[in-house]
């Protein structure tokens, strides 16, 4: 799905990526606009690597990846940490987990107490049930392993299923984690993409075919559907370096982008309506930057004239963290065979007084990100870290644990005005004393999974949970690592608050360029946030196409 540069078109869209393939296929529905994809990596849509549920290990780390990497982080003992990012049509969505968690419906009203106040759950919800459909098991199965999936399930392109549900030798290791952590007190979560009910146990989520078994990603989905049309042209291996602008009156108009092109050389493409940036959490602030919407200080230390002078382009980085257990399972027959991968989650919290002291102690501000993630710990119904059970090959198990709404803020800002030289990732983990103190205390919880009567049986022996203060050093030391979750970074917020775009998601200052991706998220999800990444895309279709 390639085709040549054309000299224009009514939206250029930079980065055929998550986002960026559903902005394409919903705007596309209409016959008489004309639609640009510009990717900077290969089709590799039928590539039985990319579709492979079982294969996406593989990627990160290959030509399909950005191998974007973070300066030395104080905060993890100056350790330095990977972040894949995808190269390649469908972006992020062909190379990801597969893990479908819909975002917490407190999650997303805090985007609207932060200030955006269109962005409440009740505007949210209908756009995330456009963009799945959760095909949902028999009701005896859905019964026994927490999966509730109401209201349809969705009736969108992306298409979600329950893997580990589908081979009956799973049923032992998932009835043991159901029984654990009901003997804690810890039922069923809500709805799947409801989630009235954040925290409880239920079976994994995720992006795979319910028919063919294969991965359902942007490219497999909503790029198909859009490279069917005659009004779409999707170019691959093409490099947008910048956005040009014009000034109209008191508006500055972005006119097109400058594109580098595979072969060598440079091209410009004409935009008649729209420049839309989903260039992924790393790219879009660099592009902005690069073509003169940022820091003021910093484009004119490289030389670049100031269009939009905005110094929040770049900064409000979030990312989760993860901690990972690791363990020999013992020999369970039933299990012989079982395909490996994850199994199940547990949403959960800290004892409420523990949350509600660590709440009133770190978090003081009277507003903003802290006010909003106080409200969040002190909220019973809200889950402060999750947990992943996974089976990997050779009898080994994995359960990953990431704390939910970090309050650590960092920044990716460009050091040059090659676009081909990486911009400086810095995310700050463990920068807000928070972050540590909830980290630490859920990963001693986590040590206790695998000691819980009922699921000892499929474990080996493992050491018992470290005092708190020797928990915190291995976390900085060794344990905790970066989750591929970055975003934030053009967030979504009033502009005095460090915002980079307005409620329509067009970038303040300019008239008709917008945003899309997951740049735009003012606070991050407390899960997997590709489900949030679809539905913002959904919804940010609809302004367009509503001329919003
Ligand atoms: C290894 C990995 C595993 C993950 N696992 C999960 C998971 O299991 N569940 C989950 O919910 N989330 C997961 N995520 C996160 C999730 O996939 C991302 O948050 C989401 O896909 C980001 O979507 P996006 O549209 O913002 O960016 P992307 O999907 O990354 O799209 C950006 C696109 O823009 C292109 N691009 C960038 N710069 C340019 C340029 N200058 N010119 C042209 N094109 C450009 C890129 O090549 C890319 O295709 C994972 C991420 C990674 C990297």
Redesign the pocket.
Known sequence: MTSPLPPSADYII???????LVVANRLSSDPSVRVLV????PDRTSDPQIQNPNA?QS??GSDA??KMKTVPQAGLNNRTQD???????????S???????APSPAGINAWAELGNTDWTWERFAPYLRKSVTVSAPEKEVCETVGVQVGGGGGDGPIQVTFPALQERGNDPLLRAWVEGFKGLGVGFTGDVLEEGKMVGTRAHAA?IDPVEGLRSS?CGQHGAEAGRRENVTVVTG????RVFFSTVGEDVVATGVEVGLGVGGEATVTADKEVIL??????TP??LELSGVGDRKLLSGLGIPVVVENSGVGENLQNHLMGVLVSQMNKIPEMEGVTPGIQALAFLRLDGQEQADLAARYLTHEQGVEKVIRGILKSPNEATAFLLLGMLPGDMSIIVMIPCFPASRGNIHITSTD?ATESKFDPRFFSHPLDIELMARHYQKLQQVPLLPELQPFFQPLAAPADLESTKEALRTAAAQSA????GTAAMLPREAGGVVDQELRVYGTRNLRVV???VFPLMPH?????V?YAV?ERAADLIQTGK
């Open positions: 930079v980065g055929g990526g998550t986002a960026g510009l990717e900077a990596g996406w990627l990160p990846d950005w972040h894949p990012a995808g190269k390649l049509l469908g972006g992020s969505s190379l990801n987990g597969l893990v479908y968690v992006s942007a093409v490099m947008v370096r989903a260039a992924g959490a790393f790219h660099k592009l676009f591929h979750h970055t975003c991706d997951a740049s899960g997997n946030p590709m489900s990444v895309a």
